[in-house]
């Protein structure tokens, strides 16, 4: 630590964000260190500690032998003052060498919310902020994670992205870099040598056209350049790198747990899930595995909660013969066993059963809609009787509490629609009084309404967001609807960020100016309520003659080009378009254990065979 920031650290916020120096952080001899990786997570210390994938990638990079990994992640407001008064450039964690010395600067993105951050964090670095202004080989600036799968937005400001899982394809990007300094290529040569590994994308080597409509009318890759870049995927997932040693947190964190990430991808298909759809197709780990990985996590961390995660847990098929082996081991040692994620269709008594002696946290369902017609629109492939159903077995489980997530402004919602969602609140909460063991302490349902945000590479990529007055206006009748019922507590989202959100996951490159704009005006931690400013954002698009609108509430053609088009998560367009039209017929479509779609991900597997 510095002698500055030293003197800095008792007048901020949460000093422990700023030392490193915690259980199980990694030091290496500078000495010995090649390549030193600034790892950059776009938001505070208690967000980015508790994201896996930054875990995870750490652990592989510092695996590498003379590559040092060390962890950046954003200031608070207060501390980015102190740090722009006293002239401290942002610095990493374990060394507290600023993030300007480093060879490559990584950037883990996975809410489009934090991109004023990503620029925000490259200024208090003294880094150049566009791709363009860094003409040596080092501060390469790359990027990886949801947000990549459209990154059109930033490409002005990353060198390059690395598309999907990351485990094996950072090691060949980190190895080809060490290789490019040791014999001394120019930044040219390396980003022509790295676009040749599978699932990096150099924007720089596509050129984007515009039409007399504003619609992008080609996409020109430089020559021997491939039309698309394709993403990767781990397939052995048992054999696929696990931090089995994590880092403690010195600070309270936003998911303080060991978190064992159960199996990736998704059989369901919810039309509106990027996450469903671009991580496709399903791998999972064995029980087996799992058990070894969380013992070795919770002996050597000390940690007393363990979540096991993935997109959807409970359609994990080892999960009974997993939590059988976990709870007798959990129990002795006191630690808690939460199983987010599950769906209210499948969630059995027996897992109730089971996780019924753990500490009663809430349990979280998302219906997304209230009617079963709009639920088969979204292909949510859940009835109103599992869901009640699964309440009441929670219920009678002694739950007293339930999340229940919804969203507003779906493709061909109708007030009805809208109305049917208070209904279904209202019966969960009759289930309670009807099955509930514990009435003394009251029943307790929070429920959120999300404004819907058409979201790239799903079936509703081309739909439109509802103006935010109508959204606006819906949710206020919903709430209305629910205010005199017991129990009952509804929120919904703020529409500005939910617009912006929409603008750069549909966004293109004309975006990007508007983004620095808005940074010099002041934008940063957008995610967070007491610092995002809308008056800001569209001061800065108006500033740029940039229509946030043209992105959000505008339905993309069917034959249009999109921005993403040079992006391939392996889905076939086709089956997006069939999606699409089976959910305005309000026809759903199996589950992929049900039977296989035809989504085209199985071409991802050396044997193109889905083990759904
Ligand atoms: S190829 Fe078939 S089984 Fe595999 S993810 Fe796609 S729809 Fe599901």
Same mark, same amino acid.
């Given at each position: 630590?510095?002698?500055?920031?030293?003197?800095?650290?008792?007048? !901020?916020?949460?000093?422990?964000?700023?030392?490193?120096?915690?259980?199980?952080?990694?030091?290496?001899?500078?000495?010995?260190?090649?390549?030193?990786?600034?790892?950059?997570?776009?938001?505070?210390?208690?967000?980015?500690?508790?994201?896996?994938?930054? $875990?995870?990638?750490?652990?592989?990079?510092?695996?590498?032998?003379? !590559?040092?990994?060390?962890? !950046?992640?954003?200031?608070?407001?207060?501390?980015?003052?102190?740090?722009?008064?006293?002239?401290?450039?942002?610095?990493?964690?374990?060394?507290?060498?600023?993030?300007?010395?480093?060879?490559?600067?990584?950037?883990?993105?996975?809410?489009?919310?934090?991109?004023?951050?990503?620029?925000?964090?490259?200024?208090?670095?003294?880094?150049?902020?566009?791709?363009?202004?860094?003409? =040596?080989?080092?501060?390469?600036?790359?990027?990886?994670?949801?947000?990549?799968?459209?990154?059109?937005?930033?490409?002005?400001?990353?060198?390059?992205?690395?598309?999907?899982?990351?485990?094996?394809?950072?090691?060949?990007?980190?190895?080809?870099?060490? %290789?490019?300094?040791?014999?001394?290529?120019?930044?040219?040569?390396?980003?022509?040598?790295?676009?040749?590994?599978?699932?990096?994308?150099?924007?720089?080597?596509?050129?984007?056209?515009?039409?007399?409509?504003?619609?992008?009318?080609?996409?020109?890759?430089?020559?021997?350049?491939?039309?698309?870049?394709?993403?990767?995927?781990?397939?052995?997932?048992?054999?696929?790198?696990?931090?089995?040693?994590?880092?403690?947190?010195?600070?309270?964190?936003?998911?303080?747990?060991?978190?064992?990430?159960?199996?990736?991808?998704?059989?369901?298909?919810?039309?509106?899930?990027?996450?469903?759809?671009?991580?496709?197709?399903?791998?999972? %780990?064995?029980?087996?595995?799992?058990?070894?990985?969380?013992? /070795?996590? @919770? #002996?050597?961390? =000390?940690?007393?909660?363990?979540?096991?995660?993935?997109?959807?847990?409970?359609?994990?098929?080892?999960?009974?013969?997993?939590?059988?082996?976990? @709870?007798?081991?959990?129990?002795?040692?006191?630690?808690?066993?939460?199983?987010?994620?599950?769906?209210?269709?499948?969630?059995?008594?027996?897992?109730?059963?089971?996780?019924?002696?753990?500490?009663?946290?809430?349990?979280?369902?998302?219906?997304?809609?209230?009617?079963?017609?709009?639920?088969?629109?979204?292909?949510?492939?859940?009835?109103?009787? /599992?869901?009640?159903?699964?309440?009441?077995?929670?219920? *009678?489980?002694?739950?007293?509490?339930?999340?229940?997530?919804?969203? @507003?402004?779906?493709?061909?919602?109708? #007030? #009805?629609?809208?109305?049917?969602?208070? #209904?279904?609140?209202?019966?969960? *909460?009759?289930?309670?009084?009807?099955?509930?063991?514990?009435?003394?302490? =009251?029943?307790?349902?929070?429920?959120?309404?999300?404004?819907?945000?058409?979201?790239?590479?799903?079936?509703?990529?081309?739909?439109?967001?509802?103006?935010?007055?109508?959204?606006?206006?819906?949710?206020?009748?919903?709430?209305?609807?629910?205010?005199?019922?017991?129990?009952?507590?509804?929120?919904?989202?703020?529409?500005?960020?939910?617009?912006?959100?929409?603008?750069?996951?549909?966004?293109?490159?004309?975006?990007?100016?508007?983004? $620095?704009?808005?940074?010099?005006?002041?934008?940063?931690?957008?995610?967070?309520?007491?610092?995002?400013?809308?008056?800001?954002?569209?001061?800065?698009?108006?500033?740029? =003659?940039?229509?946030?609108?043209?992105?959000?509430?505008?339905?993309?053609?069917?034959? /249009?080009?999109?921005?993403?088009?040079?992006?391939?998560?392996?889905?076939?367009?086709?089956?997006?378009?069939?999606?699409?039209?089976?959910?305005?017929?309000?026809?759903?479509? $199996?589950?992929?254990?049900?039977?296989?779609?035809?989504?085209?991900?199985?071409?991802?597997?050396?044997?193109?065979?889905?083990?759904?």
């Amino acid at each position: 630590m510095t002698d500055l920031l030293g003197r800095i650290l008792p007048t !901020v916020q949460k000093p422990a964000r700023y030392t490193g120096g915690e259980y199980n952080e990694i030091r290496k001899d500078p000495g010995q260190v090649r390549v030193n990786v600034a790892f950059c997570f776009p938001d505070t210390y208690e967000i980015g500690m508790s994201n896996l994938g930054m $875990r995870i990638l750490y652990g592989v990079m510092n695996a590498m032998e003379g !590559v040092w990994c060390q962890r !950046v992640f954003t200031p608070w407001a207060d501390m980015e003052e102190a740090m722009r008064r006293n002239g401290l450039p942002l610095w990493a964690l374990e060394s507290g060498r600023p993030v300007k010395d480093f060879d490559l600067i990584a950037f883990s993105i996975g809410y489009e919310m934090s991109y004023s951050n990503i620029l925000n964090m490259l200024r208090l670095a003294g880094v150049p902020l566009e791709a363009r202004e860094r003409t =040596g080989l080092s501060n390469i600036v790359f990027a990886g994670g949801v947000c990549a799968f459209n990154p059109e937005p930033l490409v002005a400001f990353f060198d390059f992205f690395s598309l999907g899982e990351g485990e094996e394809s950072t090691v060949e990007i980190v190895s080809l870099y060490d %290789k490019a300094k040791a014999e001394g290529w120019d930044k040219p040569r390396f980003l022509r040598e790295v676009a040749q590994i599978p699932g990096v994308y150099v924007p720089s080597f596509y050129r984007h056209e515009y039409g007399a409509d504003g619609t992008i009318a080609a996409i020109v890759p430089d020559a021997g350049v491939p039309a698309t870049a394709r993403k990767r995927i781990v397939e052995d997932l048992d054999n696929a790198f696990f931090p089995t040693k994590m880092i403690v947190p010195s600070t309270e964190i936003v998911h303080d747990r060991a978190n064992l990430e159960v199996f990736r991808g998704c059989i369901r298909g919810c039309r509106f899930c990027q996450a469903g759809f671009s991580c496709r197709p399903v791998r999972k %780990k064995s029980a087996q595995v799992l058990y070894r990985q969380a013992v /070795e996590t @919770l #002996e050597d961390s =000390g940690i007393n909660e363990l979540t096991l995660s993935s997109l959807s847990t409970s359609d994990y098929r080892e999960l009974e013969a997993l939590t059988d082996k976990l @709870l007798p081991y959990c129990r002795e040692r006191r630690v808690n066993l939460s199983v987010p994620s599950l769906r209210a269709d499948n969630f059995s008594r027996q897992l109730t059963a089971r996780l019924q002696n753990q500490r009663k946290s809430s349990l979280t369902f998302a219906p997304e809609a209230g009617s079963q017609r709009l639920r088969d629109v979204i292909n949510k492939n859940l009835t109103e009787e /599992e869901i009640l159903s699964s309440c009441a077995v929670a219920f *009678a489980g002694g739950w007293n509490s339930v999340k229940l997530y919804f969203m @507003l402004g779906l493709p061909t919602e109708t #007030e #009805e629609d809208v109305l049917a969602i208070a #209904e279904l609140i209202e019966k969960v *909460a009759a289930t309670w009084r009807a099955n509930a063991v514990n009435k003394k302490r =009251g029943l307790r349902i929070h429920a959120a309404a999300a404004y819907f945000v058409p979201k790239p590479h799903t079936p509703f990529q081309w739909e439109k967001q509802l103006p935010m007055e109508e959204y606006l206006r819906r949710a206020r009748l919903l709430k209305e609807r629910l205010r005199n019922v017991r129990g009952v507590e509804f929120n919904y989202h703020d529409p500005a960020l939910s617009r912006l959100e929409a603008v750069f996951a549909r966004g293109d490159r004309r975006i990007g100016p508007v983004l $620095r704009r808005a940074v010099e005006l002041g934008a940063r931690l957008d995610g967070w309520d007491e610092y995002f400013s809308y008056e800001i954002w569209l001061r800065a698009f108006r500033e740029c =003659g940039v229509d946030p609108d043209y992105y959000a509430c505008r339905g993309f053609g069917e034959e /249009e080009i999109l921005p993403w088009d040079t992006i391939d998560v392996g889905l076939k367009k086709d089956f997006l378009l069939r999606e699409r039209r089976r959910a305005y017929e309000g026809r759903t479509t $199996r589950d992929c254990r049900a039977g296989c779609a035809g989504c085209g991900a199985d071409a991802l597997l050396k044997e193109a065979v889905c083990d759904a």
